[in-house]
């Protein structure tokens, strides 16, 4: 008799390690590694986990649950994803089931819910009910059954569990978990012709009688040319299609079928849009992108990953066009990683034209349903329409099967790290881990390269290919400073420098358009006490809400609380409450005073939630429908417009102020990022900084645009400091309510890294904001040292960690270790 089949199961939770269950004899057949199947854990819960491994080795301190069944026939998970999977957990120290559950889309992670369902034996008229008691118990005497999000929306608040747990208690409810399969494929009516109409003489006929139903017989006629039945290849028709194309209503094809001539079906549909766009040639690489091309190619014969440093708009996405058109005839897929804010309409468009129906795209505004369905087309591996693969960093966990290249482009963004949940991974470098286990070659491109890419390349573990001109020998722009100091002593009083306005006035009087940046950081406008200074804080967090004009309200950036503007000053009641400081808002505002004819447009997080915003916007510029176009980081990135002529930077100072050691790093790759958008073919672009530090050192290098003079400084600054690239970082955030709790730990865990890592630590301290969520912070910095294991040192610091957690009885999720912080 064959042995009883047990498996190592993974599950989608923040747990270390799998679970072993058994295999019930029927379907020990159709266990293979990378197929989900549904398991229960916990008291009554049900997870979709994915088998690892099998084998026949009870397990000795449980005993294994059987499993409840299979999802999959193939594997949705491949043998490289595992791996890869194992290798993001151990380097970012955190657990393996924390990576499945962020690599499945949600919609492959099935899960149970939790449904309530109200008491058979609840009266209403019998049971004192508090406000939301009632509600809940309102709605479930219509609804019969509510999960708990729907509790959530109802009721308006996260925290339900005390009132289910009161619900529950006084019999108002009773909870059973429901399996809940989150992907629903999209279905459409199609319509297909009976087999009783299988020959020309028998379709004849029954037009024939339709004669005196002349709207069913356009109907069919209409019909039978789209189902490709004079072409001799029979497809099913969309109904929808169907009543356009015939201007008909729906009750005139219903007739038909009723008739016995055509037959409903429901099929599946795909979302994936299936656009066709004109396949175009590549262009022809000039000289210097032909010699950069041949550069990285020899790179990639040694396996070295290459660093291409082209300043903006030198072609490189022409190179990368080559590259993945030679990797296409290896029969092979690309990866192009892309920072999620520049993945653009523009690049997509570009891409397509090349490589049509090969290439899909996949990020963040995607929905679950689409992200499943490229995952799924992709399992079809040979099969499949998709070749090139253009995302965010969340397209790392995408099921490939034989990667040959994987392109990093903008490789310095900061946003391809992680922050939260776990994983707290790095895009670029877990996408040159993947690379590796695939023998796939790896380029990253920069016109401003990270200084941690930069220094690998300077050691000769990365093949640094330079382009230094713009395609078409394009100038790059002119940068002049407006020297806020004395702008001020001569009258200047808003936000605008004389410099600066002047030079709008400029380009618009040609007939050319303008762009302004203002980052993100810094600060945002809030509503301040004129007379005592108080501006209205967070209850929940210790930061000042800031002030939403579009929408008039006080919002927090960290918990996304909101009230309606304060008209009084909350510690002396003065009326004198004013906003200050100025965001991208207060720029439109006032530079529309100043430009009453102007057509501006702003563009930030606010203005492009909806998933085609962002589009909209770019394509009114690229139109001139727009003259000005206001906005954060999202302007700087990836975007090619013919006919900008200025960019302003209206807040250095906010930039190179921000405490955090890569602030000027970061400000000196954003100024000359969207320095970069000015001047195309024919006209020399200009660039404006404001500032009140004329001689800032990263004020100069954008002004010279020295890059090798920057990374010097930079790497000086980061060997005094003991920062990377020279070391690595760990950083250990603590949480709790109490902040008495948190220091005893962070205390605690001080004394103990200190004792294993020295001087190498640096706090506890308090981050810029200490409090969020209700929660108190404290963080602690620690600086690996390179040249030993790195895995050695984390693994120190996980003991100390686990060590002190289990002491002091602290919650496990109020210590996040973040490896590599940025
Ligand atoms: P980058 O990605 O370095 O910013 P792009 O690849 O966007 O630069 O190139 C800048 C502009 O030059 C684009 O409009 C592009 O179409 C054009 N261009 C680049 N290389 C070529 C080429 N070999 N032939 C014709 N046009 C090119
Ligand atoms: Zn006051
Ligand atoms: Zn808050």
Known sequence: MESTKFIEVLLPLPLAGTFTYR????????????????????????????????????????EAKYILSVLDEQPTVNHIQIKFWQWMASYYSCNFGDVYKAALPGGLLVSSETILHLHPEFDQAEEELTDNEYV?????????????????????????HHIINKLIAKKVVIVDEELKQRYKPKKAVYLELTDAFNSDEKIKAFFDDLVRAPKQLKVAQIFLSLSGYFLKELKPVKSKELQLKSDSASSIILELVKRGFLLKLELEESRLDFNKLKIRQPY?????????????????????VSLLHGVTSSGKTEIYVKLITNCLKQNKQVLFLLPEIAITTQLIIRLKEYFGEAVAVYHSKF??????????????????????????????FLPFHRLGLVI??????????????APRYHARDSAIVLAGLFKANVLLGSATPSLESYDNAIQNKYGLVKLTERFGKVQLPEVWIADLKKERQQGMKGIFSNLLINEIRKSLANNEQVILFKNRRGFSPFLQCHTCGWMAPCTRCDITLTYHKYS???????????????????ACNSVQVRTVGFGTERIEEELQLLLPNANLKRMDLDTTKSKNAYHDIISQFDNAKIDILIGTQM???GLDFKNVSLVGVLDADGMLAYPDFRAHEKAFQLMTQVAGRAGRKSKRGKVVIQTSNPYHFINLRVIDGNYTEFAKEMMRERKEFFYPPISRLVKITVKHKYPDKLEELSDALGVKLKEAFGNRVLGPESPPV?????????SILIKLNKEKSLLKQKQVIHEIKENLIAKYKFPIFGVITDVDPY
């Open 23 to 62: 295999v019930p004899r029927i379907l020990n057949q159709l266990i293979v590694t990378g197929i989900r199947v549904i398991v229960q854990f916990g008291k009554k819960k049900l997870y979709s986990g994915l088998v690892i491994s099998e084998h026949n080795q009870a397990p000795i301190s449980y």
């Open 136 to 160: 809940v118990s309102e709605a479930l005497e219509i609804n019969k059954q509510l999960s708990l999000d729907e509790v959530v929306k109802i009721l308006n608040t996260d925290n339900i």
């Open 284 to 304: 022809d690489l000039s000289d210097s992108q032909a010699k950069a091309y041949n550069e990285i190619n020899q790179f990639f014969e040694q396996d070295k």
């Open 367 to 396: 929905n679950q349903n689409e992200r499943v369905e490229v995952w799924k087309e992709m399992l079809k591996n040979e099969n499949s329409r998709f070749k090139i693969f253009i995302g965010a960093r969340s397209s790392l």
């Open 408 to 421: 990093v482009d903008e490789e310095h963004e900061s946003t391809f790290k992680q922050f939260e949940p």
């Open 552 to 570: 008039n309200q006080l919002k927090c950036h960290y918990c996304g609380y909101q009230i309606n503007p304060v008209k009084k000053c909350g």
């Open 635 to 637: 302007v700087a990135k």
């Open 770 to 778: 200490s409090r969020v969520r209700n929660m108190y912070l404290k």
